[in-house]
């Protein structure tokens, strides 16, 4: 019983500082005391409560404005909200910062933060990707003015993986219509997609699917289409074996192959047959 008694008596004891703590916190907050503020905000920051400081260098930084410390207040305002993982304010608040203090040793550092902003907000690829583009932009913008930055070398890794995402989403769309039997569009959109993005990472997969829906629309097709649409086939065939002679669909394409050219010799008897009548 004693044991459980001092058991008690300590966790009492932690949640009683804990809210002398929090009770402390919030005064600081409502107070117009902005040195403090600043002080504890700074405390915070570097003991990785990003979340408190940046509640705190939000209190803090308008009184500030037009100081000596209102650049070093902004920046780490910014990032804290940044470290915090809260990314829309903290492109928000690098934004201002970079607005407002172009000159600063930080500017490099805000820009390549604001653009890290919308990587981070980009979505999977199945959602709107308005972030995306947006962070594209950004990155683009960033390697573009300031080449040789120590950030450069991640800002082109962010965007490839970002341009590989929107790839993505593109292809997903064209492949859909395969999908759903729409085997015109999908060979229209699959063609839209390979021309839209040249040297795309589903350059591939794209050009199987439009071979699978060629293929399907030729089988199914009337006799007086069918000969015709059939070579078409073996013309897309013979383009994916050229660029990809150890293609991943190989089986695949082999098998359906076998079918498309058993169909053309029967097609073709048929016509020598009709022609001897």
């Known amino acids: ?28 907050l409502s107070s117009e005391d902005s040195a ?18 940046a509640k705190l260098f939000e ?4 009184r500030y404005r037009g100081t000596p410390q209102a650049e070093r207040v902004i920046f780490l305002y910014a990032d804290s909200y940044y470290n915090a993982g809260d990314y829309y304010l903290a492109a928000h608040q ?21 653009a890290i902003c919308y990587y981070n907000l980009s979505p999977k690829f199945s959602l709107d990707q308005e972030d995306t583009y947006k962070a594209v932009e950004k990155l683009q913008l960033f390697i573009n003015n300031f080449p040789t930055a120590e950030y450069t070398e991640d800002a082109n890794d962010a965007i490839i993986e970002l341009q590989i995402k ?7 769309i064209a492949k859909n219509y395969y999908t759903i039997r729409d085997y015109n569009a999908a ?4 063609d839209n997609f390979i021309s ?24 199914n097709s009337v006799e007086s289409k069918k000969q015709e649409r059939l070579k078409q086939v ?27 050219n058993e169909e053309l010799s029967i097609n073709e008897e048929t016509q020598i047959a009709v022609l001897t009548k």
């Open 187 to 190: 060979i229209t959109s699959l």
């Open 234 to 260: 073996v013309t897309q065939y013979n383009s994916i074996i050229s660029y990809y002679p150890e293609s991943v669909f190989i089986e695949d394409l082999n098998k359906k192959m076998e079918i498309v």
């Open 94 to 114: 690098f934004e201002n910062f970079i607005q407002s203090y172009p000159q600063s040793q930080k500017v490099i550092e805000a820009h390549f933060k604001e």
């Open 1 to 28: 019983m004693e044991i459980i008694w001092i058991y008690r008596s300590l966790n009492l004891s932690i949640l009683m500082i804990l809210a002398m703590g929090c009770s402390e916190y919030q005064k600081l």
């Open 36 to 53: 403090n503020q600043y002080k504890q905000a700074e405390i915070l920051y570097n003991d990785s409560e990003f979340k408190k400081a």
């Open 166 to 172: 929107l790839e993505k989403k593109e292809f997903e």
């Open 59 to 62: 209190r803090a930084a308008p």
């Open 196 to 219: 839209s993005f040249p040297g795309n990472n589903f350059r591939e997969e794209s050009l199987y699917f439009k071979f699978l829906s060629s293929y399907e629309i030729a089988i």
